[in-house]
């Protein structure tokens, strides 16, 4: 989700090269892979498909649209997940497809997993929708809802102020 930064404007996943080498710098690309436009556009779709969860996790008002289930479920579908059972009775869910749809797959098994083992909603977006950055919340109540106090939940918490106190016009 970090790749973009949305108050800075900047985009790490610039070009099709760009997100070859941020797919095989995490060990989702196993070995050379080659991305194309098209898997550029898949991947930034998920990654705002992605973002949108989060920012539900962070409390932000709305539900989950059904164009963002609609394309997880079509990166699913790309990456044709399977489970595959070890002989130790363990389980996972991998990717059958090869390279980019194979890698975000990858990726799509970790959510997988975070949502088993309940881990998944205490990862959030920031609730500055100049911010959106991605966070593990750690706070013991989960209501942990923006990237940092010290910024963005200062700025937030000061508006709020200011809003609560500001004297009307007469008129």
Excluded at 69 to 85: G, I, N, P, Q, V
Aim: with cysteine; net charge positive; proline share 4%.
């Amino acid at each position: 989700m970090n790749t973009r930064q949305i108050g800075h404007g900047t985009e790490r996943l610039s070009d099709p090269a760009a997100l070859a080498v941020w797919l095989a710098d995490r060990g989702l690309a196993p070995g050379a892979v080659r991305a194309t436009r098209a898997d550029l556009a898949h991947a930034l779709e998920l990654r705002e498909a992605l973002r949108a969860m989060l920012v539900a996790h962070a409390g932000a008002p709305g539900v989950v649209s059904a164009s963002v289930t609609r394309a997880l479920e079509e990166a699913s579908r790309r990456a044709r997940l399977a489970r595959r059972f070890a002989e130790d009775g363990g389980a996972a869910l991998v990717p059958d497809a090869p390279g980019v749809n194979g890698a975000l797959g990858r990726l799509l098994a970790i959510v997988h997993d975070a949502i088993a083992q309940g881990t998944w909603t205490r990862l959030k977006a920031c609730r500055e929708p100049d911010c959106e950055w991605a966070f593990y919340d750690h706070t013991k109540n989960r209501s942990g809802a923006w990237c940092s106090m010290e910024g963005c939940g200062n700025r937030a918490k000061a508006r709020a102020y200011r809003q609560r106190h500001a004297v009307a016009p007469e008129g």
